[in-house]
T-cell receptor, first 114, second 114 residues
């Protein structure tokens, strides 16, 4: 069975500081990994996804994530936080052989302090 | 293209009642998934439909059911509502489902059970 662990349900950073949101996964087969963002009162929106083409994945709004198989991690980073980045972020995994059964992490709320 | 739409956006019901939620996927998308989002449990997968067939099901009781129509629109039904069913119900669509495909989420239906 696949699972996702997001360390830290709340993360606070200063505007302009590095954003680092952690995600570790477990999967019995090579996974597909995703980061989604949810703004208040909205659905989720895809930030980026890993599908084995490249280990460093660039997404929208300046975010990127690196797939590290040895660490079973897929951490999300952004060099400089902006006030508009305040939202909840979800890491998700599906397995390469399955249908759309997606397992989501419990989410990390990012607060950006001016 | 229009995005995923969900109706209604807000619902208030009382215990024991039943409720039906509707989801219209992006035009051309044949896979529709449903999720329950609560502060304590995060996002939990309910079920996925593809071409009117349920392909995957999460660990929810039989009170939760769904269906998909020939135009890919989907409904989910919850019977005998319990207080714990209060949640944001999210619908997501993708072209064919499958592990590597991005999901496109609707804004959700906020269900409150009194």
């Amino acid at each position: 069975a696949q699972s996702v662990t997001q360390l830290g349900s709340h993360v606070s950073v200063s505007e302009g500081a590095l954003v680092l949101l952690r995600c570790n996964y477990s999967s019995s087969v090579p996974p597909y990994l995703f980061w989604y963002v949810q703004y208040p009162n909205q659905g989720l929106q895809l930030l980026l996804k890993y599908t084995s083409a490249a280990t460093l994945v660039k997404g929208i709004n300046g975010f990127e994530a690196e797939f590290k198989k040895s660490e079973t991690s897929f951490h999300l980073t952004k060099p400089s936080a902006h006030m508009s980045d305040a939202a909840e972020y979800f890491c998700a995994v599906t397995d390469s052989g399955g249908y759309q059964k997606v397992t989501f992490g419990t989410g990390t709320k990012l607060q950006v302090i001016p | 293209k229009a995005g995923v739409t969900q109706t209604p956006r807000y619902l208030i019901k009382t215990r024991g009642q039943q409720v039906t939620l509707s989801c219209s996927p992006i035009s051309g998308h044949r896979s529709v998934s449903w999720y329950q989002q609560t502060p304590g449990q995060g996002l939990q997968f309910l079920f996925e439909y593809f071409s009117e067939t349920q392909r995957n099901k999460g660990n929810f009781p039989g009170r939760f059911s769904g269906r998909q129509f020939s135009n890919s629109r989907s409904e989910m039904n919850v019977s005998t509502l319990e207080l714990g069913d209060s949640a944001l119900y999210l619908c997501a669509s993708s072209p064919t489902g499958g592990g590597m495909n991005e999901q496109f989420f609707g804004p959700g239906t906020r269900l409150t059970v009194l």
